[in-house]
């Protein structure tokens, strides 16, 4: 087994005669090696929407290299490209500790010039071009040294409100000192590329990936994105992979052409149409899985028409469903569609996961025909 804590992680840095697990102190500050690919290892956490832990996890665990996992924080000795392309992750961070009793400490020469170096190799991958600071106490005199000797050795701007580079500091969670972690990407991994439009209640994309994940991949699928909004389930699931059939709908012009930029950035083609969910005129039985964020009652919708939107909208989707169709639905109004849910007879299911995004705990369910 590894040590508990990170090493020093540069490749070819000096001997300095540190402690193994701090780069401040001690014996040793070799990189530590892969035995299969000699590439230096660095330490990474992920950060993933509370409830989405889990998709999280099983995500990482198809990255190849990545070992001595513990929850989503791993040794990887790979190309962090491969990291930047989880889709079920707010956003990836290579982790460091320093042996300070607190951040004033890395205020030393010795301290801050290793955090200098470490985080200008993380700038120089990831191409971030200002740098912000997270921390209890950020605004707090040590706090805006440490920006100011940051913004001079780094050579980037201090940005505390959009800053690129986001370096959380925190108290080491695996033994004593602080842990510097640093996040490898400009922007948030959840906010993708694709998204060029953007609409009032559109979906975190990575809530959009877990669902269809949870509710199962198969490309034999034939899938329904009634309430598409700006497109988020249906990039989401092109990107995925292959699918028999990918058709999205939404009452709104808007979101329709919304949908369509989305598409369009994400290279992908989807048919988007401008109808009412519950007046397709599409034939019964058209599709294998339906996946809808229906309007939850705030920013789309209002908590009365929803009274009767949800009853209707599982009559109708019933009715489009194949006999062995799947229905996974995503939803603020929890009481509400568990109290229709419990007055109907044609659907069954289970609750896949609640997550927590934007201020909000939706949940997913998973449903079947009866
Ligand atoms: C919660 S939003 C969907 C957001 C979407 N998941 C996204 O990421 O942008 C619900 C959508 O349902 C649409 N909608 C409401 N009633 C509808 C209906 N009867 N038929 C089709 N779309 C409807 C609204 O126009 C809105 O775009």
């Known amino acids: 087994m590894p040590p508990r804590t990170p090493r020093s992680d540069r490749p070819g840095r000096p001997s300095s005669g540190r402690n193994a697990a701090f780069p401040g102190r001690g014996k040793s500050s070799r990189p530590k090696t892969d035995y299969r690919t000699r590439a230096p290892a660095h330490e990474y956490e992920l950060d993933a929407l509370p409830g989405l832990e889990h998709v999280a996890a099983t995500e990482l665990q198809g990255v190849p290299l990545a070992r001595d996992v513990r929850g989503l924080r791993f040794w990887y000795p790979g190309d962090p490209e491969r990291l930047t392309r989880l889709r079920s992750v707010?956003?990836?961070?290579?982790?460091?500790?320093?042996?300070?009793?607190?951040?004033?400490?890395?205020?030393?020469?010795?301290?801050?010039?290793?955090?200098?170096?470490?985080?200008?190799?993380?700038?120089?991958?990831?191409?971030?071009?200002?740098?912000?600071?997270?921390?209890?106490?950020?605004?707090?005199?040590?706090?805006?040294?440490?920006?100011?000797?940051?913004?001079?050795?780094?050579?980037?701007?201090?940005?505390?409100?959009?800053?690129?580079?986001?370096?959380?500091?925190?108290?080491?969670?695996?033994?004593?000192?602080?842990?510097?972690?640093?996040?490898?990407?400009?922007?948030?991994?959840?906010?993708?590329?694709?998204?060029?439009?953007?609409?009032?209640?559109?979906?975190?994309?990575?809530?959009?990936?877990?669902?269809?994940?949870?509710?199962?991949?198969?490309?034999?699928?034939?899938?329904f994105n009634p309430m598409s909004g700006s497109g988020t389930l249906l990039v989401e699931r092109a990107l995925m992979g292959p699918s028999d059939a990918l058709v999205g709908v939404d009452i709104d012009p808007a979101a329709v052409a919304c949908a369509r930029q989305n598409l369009q950035a994400a290279k992908k083609q989807v048919e988007v149409a401008c109808l009412d969910a519950l007046h397709t005129d599409l034939p019964a039985r058209s599709f294998d899985l339906i996946t809808a964020d229906l309007p939850w009652g705030d920013a789309i919708g209002d908590h009365r028409s929803n009274e009767t939107l949800y009853p209707a909208f599982l009559q109708e989707m019933h009715r489009l469903s194949s006999k062995h169709g799947r229905l996974a639905v995503i939803t603020h109004e929890i009481k509400l569609f568990e109290r229709v849910l419990a007055g109907q007879q044609k659907w069954e299911g289970h609750e896949l996961l609640q997550v927590y995004s934007g201020g909000h705990w939706p949940k997913v369910y998973l449903l079947h025909k009866r």
């Open 90 to 223: 707010v956003a990836a961070y290579r982790v460091q500790a320093w042996d300070v009793p607190r951040p004033r400490g890395l205020l030393g020469n010795q301290q801050l010039g290793e955090l200098t170096d470490w985080l200008r190799d993380v700038a120089a991958v990831g191409g971030h071009t200002s740098f912000r600071l997270s921390a209890a106490g950020k605004d707090s005199s040590v706090m805006q040294r440490l920006a100011e000797e940051l913004q001079g050795s780094l050579g980037l701007p201090h940005q505390p409100e959009d800053g690129e580079l986001l370096i959380r500091l925190r108290p080491s969670e695996v033994g004593p000192g602080w842990e510097v972690l640093a996040r490898i990407t400009p922007r948030p991994l959840s906010a993708r590329a694709w998204r060029v439009c953007n609409m009032g209640g559109g979906l975190n994309a990575t809530i959009a990936y877990a669902t269809h994940k949870l509710a199962g991949q198969r490309d034999v699928d034939r899938i």
